[in-house]
């Protein structure tokens, strides 16, 4: 993957977190392919299917008073041919989550087709950092 | 996608599901790509990148005798030329969590290349249905 490819990724991925913090649906309309099937994952929610439920969840939270902007931080970019996965940390509200979206080029753009965020412990409760195997601390996934 | 290549991915994701359930670490080794980056975030966990630490990761859980089974349930697959998404329910030990796969086609067989589970609330707790829209309920993320 190039500098340039992985640029243009990153783009993409700030401006979906740019269409969040401006409320703006119109640009968070557009970020989401109309040419695949796309499914999005909200934390503590059941997965969401197809375009019409996935527009509807970000309207929901958009238009929602209540809800606060996503600041976005340490990407990571992993990208195979057309499709593209960038991983990073969204910080909501003082709450820290950990979050997969993934990109399809399509007509020379990225859009996205999938999104999942799930909580990450604060830093002082993780324990054994993701460099060293978790074999000797024993944790499980429960 | 045709429904033969939807069942070779849905084959794939079974594997891993096997290969955890059986702590069958060669097996888990082989799922996971050997020749494109890969990342994992189990629930919980910040993201851990590269094949070292990932298969370090798995090696910690399969190895950890309090570590329960995974039933795997509720698969939807999105396929996009060589790249394939998995979401999928995960009941451990009684938590449910929802999981999103990514698999690439190597060689003429679907590799791992992510994994992201993430706690989901029980149907008791999860309120609107994801079939209806999220602005009714005035729902956050946080």
């Known amino acids: 993957?190039?500098?340039?490819?992985r640029q243009t990724v990153l783009e993409a991925n700030r401006a979906f977190y740019r269409a969040f913090a401006q409320r703006?649906?119109?640009?968070?309309?557009?970020?989401w392919s109309r040419q695949s099937p796309i499914a999005c994952i909200?934390?503590?929610w059941p997965p969401i299917f197809g375009r019409e439920a996935v527009i509807a969840s970000w309207r929901g939270l958009l238009g929602n008073p209540a809800q606060g902007a996503i600041v976005c931080s340490e990407e990571r970019v992993l990208?195979?041919?057309?499709?593209a996965i960038v991983i990073c940390n969204?910080?909501?509200v003082g709450a820290l989550m950990v979050a997969t979206?993934?990109?399809l080029r399509e007509d020379?753009?990225?859009r996205m087709i999938h999104h999942q965020a799930g909580p990450m412990p604060p830093a002082s409760e993780r324990g054994k950092s993701s460099s060293q195997p978790a074999g000797s601390d024993k944790r499980t996934l429960h």
Chains 1, 2 share one sequence.
Not at 1 to 5: A, P, Y
């Open 101 to 103: 979206n993934i990109f």
């Open 79 to 83: 990208v195979n041919g057309t499709t």
């Open 1 to 5: 993957m190039s500098d340039e490819e």
């Open 108 to 110: 020379g753009a990225w």
């Open 24 to 31: 703006d649906l119109a640009t968070m309309e557009g970020l």
């Open 90 to 92: 969204e910080s909501v």
């Open 42 to 44: 909200h934390p503590g």
